[in-house]
């Protein structure tokens, strides 16, 4: 990659910071005006620190910051470096002293296979453990996530220094750790709903025994906590400051277009999902009771289904599943409006044609149904 | 009241009418000022005038100069063209006998 395509990229990093209609905004104003990379690079990273100094007024990413970033980065710097030290001792031992003919012994056969067990099982504790922590930081203030995960990754390598509070072990820090807190930053902040290998981690931890099942249940404590957190939740937004919902005119299964317009005056709960989405469908019988409960009130639930095989897949779906709203096939120009890029999305829209809450990811069903109950009472 | 940088932008946004929006509105207050208007502060300014109630903004249709991109569009308000207003009388006001009003006396 050159130095111009390095900066494009950077431009492209630095945006995803930003809210999405925003990004969309300011990229657009940039292609617009013609700006050369740095230029561009300079006013996309101005915004960033703007809106990251301006998250830190409220108490969401100090209480992360305080109650998790430090307390967590701390406890896995030193878990790290506990598992490091107790491991290298192993990988040395074997390394240097390695010879085929070994493996003629029942016992070392025996010890080669524990030690190798335990020691994958705790390095895989310990990814699960950053991830946990990353998760539920992620959760706690989604849009301060870019400084809270650098402060954390911070302490979980301060747990290095001599300086540290009880820092009791020599050794290495531990790599995949720091890279696991940091990837699951990124999960976390991105889809909250299709992080389906987690509790497959965890039974891998639970297993783990001894010093190390120490750190087995502060992984197990920590995933909980960030499985538990981890539903997406929304913010209803003010009426004052909600935007209009981008209109649409998409086909149902009849044929019949159906219009955000001709919507009005009703709350639309607008779905975006697809059959192969795993967290659309466990969404789907949620809508399903919000619809019938809330229906009289002037709910309409909405799934736009962004299949690509379209009525064919779809079709056979909705014959073998309860689905009592209205289901319309989604494109790409209205899955762009909308700012979709993984599914499930939920959008809560006003009887006025304003997004009042967006979910990215799996919903929180309580959640969605306080926003909604909220949305039904304002005329 | 209005600080100098938000009544830049309600101008810029007023004389633009329906075309008022981020990239548009930069230009506008770029060519007025003579100086670079940053995206930073163009945005959180917007963000401050709209939950003042002094804009409305939504978001507006892609075009293919903009790579598919929608623009953020920018709507002055009743109370927006009113806080301008005020702005300006009291700059006017304010100016009335310094040296670099125009057609006043020179009173240095």
Redesign the interface.
Known sequence: MNGHGMTWWLVEVFSRMLAR??R??????????GEGGWQAL???L??V???QA?LWKGWRPWLGFAALAVPLGMELGRASLRTAHTSSIYIWMYANNWDWSLFRYAGFRHDLIYYAATYALAYLTLACSAWASGFALGWLSRSAIPLNAGMFCLTVMLAKSPLAPFRDMPGGGNAPGICAGVLSHRVSMDRAGNLGSAPRALGNAIGVEGEDGMIARFALFVVLTGMAAGAERAVLQPA??R??A?EFALKDSSGKTVTLKKLRGKVVLLDFWATWCHGCKEEIPWFADFQRRYGKQGLQVVGVSLDDEGWKVVKPFLGQTDVPYRIILGNEPTA??YGIENMPDTYLIDRQGRIAAAYIGLVDKDDVEANLKAILKQR | MLGEFEYLLLAAATKLGDDA???AI??EMEVATGRRC????L??TLDRL??K?FIQ???GD??P????????MVLITGEGVREATEFFDAVTRASRGVSWAKGDEVTP
Do not use: F, H, N, W
Not at chain 2, 65 to 72: E, S
């Open positions: 209609d925003e969309d905004a300011v990229r657009g104003d940039i292609a617009e005006s300079r006013d996309v101005g915004l620190v703007r809106r301006a004052g400051q935007k209009a981008p762009k409006q | 929006y981020g990239a930069r230009q940053s995206i930073g502060a945005y959180t709209e939950a109630g903004t939504r978001m892609p075009t100069q903009r790579g598919g991109r929608p623009k953020r």
